[in-house]
């Protein structure tokens, strides 16, 4: 792969219809490629879904559809997760609407909390808000205005409720 990070471990050329992906022969790195081949082509897919030529959809949710199409989140993503949660500095639902990091360990949480938060709403909202959502973002509508149509609260609203709901099923 052409400039990829050294964590990346494949590519979707959406306007290509094309994925790229590095696998090997062992068989850990054939189930890799399987759940890798999920991800990108869920990218194909939504991309189809949301084209839109004014906007496109933020990292968080555009990464954490394809994290939820490859299974239960790795054990890499929970253990950062976890250490993010416990240490207090979890990355805002609006600062993951940007590129993720280039380094490694934030880009590892921002997947990891991509996956959450979509995980979140798809389970508390249902599977057709959700595809409500991708279709609102293809109406060309911005990323807080798509929020508040279909859910009613913007990615702050969204940040706190998320982190709210997961506390309370810590403690509760």
Do not use: C
């Not at 949301?50 to 555009?62: A, E, F, I, K, V």
């Not at 994290?67 to 976890?82: D, I, N, R, Y």
Request: no cysteine; glycine share 8%; charged share 20%.
């Amino acid at each position: 792969m052409i400039f990829a990070q050294e964590w990346t471990g494949g590519v979707a050329f959406s306007q290509y219809g094309t994925i790229a992906i590095g696998i090997g022969t062992s068989q850990g790195e054939l189930d890799w490629g399987k759940r890798t081949i999920a991800h990108e082509l869920t990218h194909l897919v939504v991309n189809q879904v949301t084209s839109n030529p004014y906007n496109y959809l933020p990292n968080w949710l555009n990464e954490g559809l394809a994290m939820t199409s490859e299974g239960e989140l790795e054990l890499s993503f929970v253990l950062a997760l976890s250490s993010a949660e416990a240490e207090d500095r979890l990355i805002s639902v609006r600062s993951l609407s940007s590129p993720f990091s280039t380094y490694a360990d934030q880009a590892v949480l921002a997947y990891a909390e991509s996956y959450e938060i979509v995980f979140y709403l798809i389970d508390k909202y249902g599977r057709e808000k959700m595809f409500e959502l991708l279709h609102t973002f293809k109406q060309g509508s911005g990323y807080d205005e798509a929020l508040l149509k279909v859910y009613g609260f913007n990615m702050d609203e969204l940040n706190s409720l998320w982190q709210t709901d997961k506390e309370a099923a810590v403690t509760g």
